[in-house]
């Protein structure tokens, strides 16, 4: 898959992942290749750029944990802020999509 393509989703997706509870940076990048059947398989460089924003933007927070084998990590959670965001986010996606189908489909005409 193009990673053009997943410009301006990443944020989305990782607000959904973290929907589904707390997760480490590592955790969250093994959520979203199992999700998406092995197409976003993201490098810690995306990722971590993109969680600290989400966090500067109030829309997850995070905390120091120990892992079991004795190392700190980090663990982000979804805010009350990002679950709104991520409901509103949702929704623009839905009307997004279906235009962008009806535009590409061969039986329909994009009307504006």
Known sequence: MNAEMLK???????????RSGPAHG????????QRSGGH???PEGTVY????RLELAG?????WEQ???GRRRRVYMLTRKGSTSLDQRQSDWV?????????L??????HS
Not at 8 to 18: C, K, P, R, S, T
Not at 49 to 52: E, R
């Open 49 to 52: 750029p993109a969680l600290h």
């Open 59 to 63: 829309l997850i927070e995070s905390n």
């Open 105 to 110: 489909s061969e039986a329909k005409l994009c």
């Open 95 to 103: 009307r997004f999509s279906e235009a962008i189908s009806h535009c």
């Open 8 to 18: 301006g989703h990443l944020d989305n997706i990782l607000l959904a992942a973290l």
């Open 67 to 69: 892992s079991p084998g």
């Open 26 to 33: 590592y955790g969250l990048i093994e959520v979203l290749r």
């Open 40 to 42: 976003f398989d993201l």
